[in-house]
Structure formats: C-alpha cells, structure tokens
C-alpha cells in the first residue's frame, strides 16, 4: 500500500488514499502520512466517516507534530460477514482535524471494494409425510450472503415413482431476504393393500442465472458448496391391513353357512315336517294305528264246518312305522414419525396429570392424538399444549377416542403435553371387577423437528 500524506497548513494539499479490497469476515489496512507545514506544534485527530466507519478504525486515532514532521497512521478495514455488508464499492474517507487549526481541516478519500460471498440457509419440512397419492412440504430460503442470487428448487429422487411441482419454481432473494415456496408431490398410482412404501427424494437449491457458475469462475468459488433436503413420501395403502383379514373372517363365515349349517337347518326342519306326518312307534315296538276298520273288532275262533273257516267277521288293522333320526348342529369355521404416551392414575375424588416435555431445540408438530378410558370410568379429561388447552371431555362418553389434524400444532421447546384428569367414579374393566381408581392412556403422535 502506498502512504499519501495529509498535509496541514496554509495552502497544503490532501491527496487521496488508494483503493482496497476487502473480504466480509477478513480484515485489510492502508497507512495514511500526516504531516505538520505549520510554523506550532499541531495536535490532529483522525476519525474514518462514511460508510465504512461501523467497521474501520484508525491506529492512531490522535498524533502531535512539530513543524517540519510527519507520522504515518493505520486505517484497518473488518467489515463482518453479514448480509448487512452489501459486495461493491463502498466510499472511505479519513477526517484530519488540526486542533489549533480546525479550518484546515482535511478528509482524504478512497474506494472500497467488498468482496462477494454467497451463503444460504435452507429447510424443508416436514421431512417426513404420509398420504394415499399426494403430500404437501415447504421449503424456506434465505439469503444469508451479501449479493442479490436466484435461485430455483431441483428435486431428486433415484426412481421415477414421483412427481414434483414447486411454487414458485425460481426466486429472486436480496441479502437478507427470506422465501418460503410449497412443494407438492405426487404418486402414479395407489396401493390398495399391504404395507406402506417409502419414496425418498432431495430438494436442492440450485443458481438460476444464465450461463450458470461456469461462465464466472470466481463467482463459482465464492459459491458455497449446498447439501440438498432428504425428505421422504410415505404411501399408505388405500385399505388397512385388518379390513383384509376382517373380510375374510366374513367370507370363511359364508362358506360355512352355505356348506355346515344350512343343510343341518334345512335337514332338521325336513325331519320335524315328517314327525307332524307320520307318528313315532310305540316303545314296545309296535306302530300305533290311526284308527280301525269298519268291521268291529277282533273275531274269535269259530267252529263250525271242517274247512276251519270263521264265520265271524276280520279285524281291522293299522300301521304307523315311522322313526325320527337325530342330528347335530354343524361346526362354523373361523378364519420418522415420533410419538409419547402419557399414563395417568389417579384414586376416586383425586385430580392428577401427567406431562410429556418438548426436549431442548426440537419442535413438535402433533397431527394426532389417541385416548383410551378402558376402564370406563367417569369423571373429566383436560388436554392442553403448553399454555393453550385444548379440549375438556367427560369420560364417560368415550372408551376410545382420537383426534386427527391436517396442520400440525406446533409446541415450542421445554413446553409440555399436558393430561389431566379429574377422578369422579372408577369405572369396571373387562375384568368384572370394579377398578379402585381411574386409569387413562393419551398417545400424542406427530412430526419431532429441530427448532430453527
């Protein structure tokens, strides 16, 4: 760096300080000389105006000269690395102050060129959803550097299961500025049974420019090196796995109505139309007739001519031979994500709760919530998320319960899941025996997050 001097005194001249490049977060100097054309001791007070003066300082910032004397001085440049600090000429100038003069007062003046650095900050969320064919995300950007970029958002996935659409495709983003663009994905076709698929893919931020970074090669080394988004789309099945084996339990009972009991019914009830028609036999074997002839009753023997022939009359005769076969009845055959559960007891007339803490620097989004009283017990049920309740509900109206929500409710860090629960009457399990006290399951569900 050369040394200009700043002059004082009738007539002087102050010539101005070269130019100097400067990197946000780097430090660079230039020496200024001052010397003293008067004919007194002179005191000078140094001080950088302009643009500059939040982060340059001058060493000594004071010095007194004899007549005839100089002293070089340091101006040192820090501009920080921060959005604040826009890249370009920035204009620097040194007050020189005499002290018995101050009407000879001179500034010299320079250029400051601040370099260019690029950072950017990125986030997707959630990173993990579920759906039949489609999920929506968000991903956030933000323009940490001190130059004006575009960007566009690139997905990536190893397969060609997905599709992606983003809204916006490109954005324009100043130092310092934030957007936030969605991202909708979507599946081909839906799983009707079986387990979930995992679909992973990327979201990559990527320079929008023309001629992309090859056309400026110091603009691609000033460019930092951006790790892309893992997310994941989890596909779930159309139908759950219990609806397959509750329809085949349906159709095994079918099969066995058309095949065991119907022809047992449709037998038992042939037999019992055959026992209205036709009469049992008697336990000694012999049928019970329905009635006798028209002949009187049993002739004896008679005696008379020698053939032996009865001259009386014949008997009159009936059968009923019937039997009614017995049968049996036929047999019928029978065929990521992160979650807490909270358990509260509590004795008859007692108010207790039970808490599940957001760890330190994570947030979390619940979607879902499940409740069991499966004691049936009666009394009152409050939940709340940090300071917010809620909902309030008597448990007598419910065995099982959930909730579902679309947008996740967001607790801060250190906050709590929050179950209390209000014993009026203990209710009876399964069991038949009354329980001695209240007993209640809550299982919060939903997306665990690094808080930003």
Not at 119 to 143: D, F, Q
Request: hydrophobic fraction near 35%; glycine fraction near 12%.
């Amino acid at each position: 760096m050369t040394s200009p001097a700043a002059s004082s005194g009738p007539g002087a001249t102050s010539p101005d300080l070269p130019e100097v490049t400067v990197a946000p977060g780097g430090t660079a100097t230039t020496s200024l000389t001052v010397r003293n054309d008067g004919d007194i001791v002179e005191a000078y007070t140094l001080e950088v105006v302009g643009d500059c003066a939040a982060w340059a300082t001058v060493e000594p910032a004071r010095v007194s000269l004899y007549p005839g004397t100089s002293e070089t001085v340091t101006v040192t440049l820090a501009p920080p690395r921060s959005p604040q600090v826009r890249a370009g000429a920035v204009p620097l100038a040194v007050r020189v102050l005499p002290a018995e003069h101050p009407d000879a007062v001179r500034v010299p003046e320079t250029t400051v060129h601040i370099e260019e650095f690029r950072e950017l900050r990125t986030a997707l969320e959630p990173r993990r959803r579920r759906g039949w064919l489609r999920a929506r995300y968000r991903v956030a950007l933000r323009n940490e550097g001190n130059a004006p970029v575009r960007l566009r958002l690139v997905p990536g996935q190893p397969g060609e299961e997905l599709g992606f659409a983003f809204t916006p495709e490109e954005s324009e983003l100043a130092p310092g500025e934030s957007v936030e663009a969605g991202l909708r994905v979507r599946t081909g076709k839906p799983v009707w049974f079986g387990d979930p698929v995992v679909f992973p893919f990327t979201v990559e931020a990527a320079d929008a420019a023309e001629g992309g970074e090859e056309a400026d090669p110091k603009r691609a080394e000033r460019t930092e090196v951006r790790t892309p988004l893992d997310a994941e789309f989890v596909q779930i099945p159309v139908f759950p796995k219990w609806l397959l084996a509750v329809l085949a339990a349906l159709l095994a009972l079918l099969l066995a109505w058309f095949m065991l009991v119907r022809p047992a019914v449709r037998s038992t009830a042939k037999d019992a139309a055959q026992e209205v028609v036709q009469p049992r036999p008697t336990p000694g074997g012999e049928a019970e007739a329905p009635g006798t002839g028209d002949g009187g009753g049993t002739g004896g023997p008679g005696t008379g001519g020698e053939s032996g022939q009865q001259p009386g009359g014949g008997t009159g005769e009936g059968s009923g031979p019937g039997q009614g076969p017995g049968t049996g009845p036929g047999d019928a055959a029978g065929g990521g994500q992160s979650s807490a559960t909270i358990d509260v007891e509590s004795a008859a007339g007692e108010t207790k709760s039970g808490t599940y803490t957001v760890p330190e620097g994570m947030v979390f989004g619940v979607t879902d919530i499940v409740l069991a009283n499966f004691q049936g017990d009666e009394g009152v049920l409050t939940i709340s998320f940090g300071e917010r309740k809620i909902t309030t509900i008597a448990l007598e109206t419910f065995r099982n319960q959930d909730y579902h929500w679309v947008t996740p409710i967001r607790i801060a860090e250190n906050e709590t899941v929050t179950a209390e629960v209000t014993c009026a009457k203990p209710g009876t399990p399964a069991t038949g025996q009354r329980a001695r006290g209240c007993h209640q399951v809550l299982n919060v569900s939903g997306v665990l997050s690094r808080a930003r």
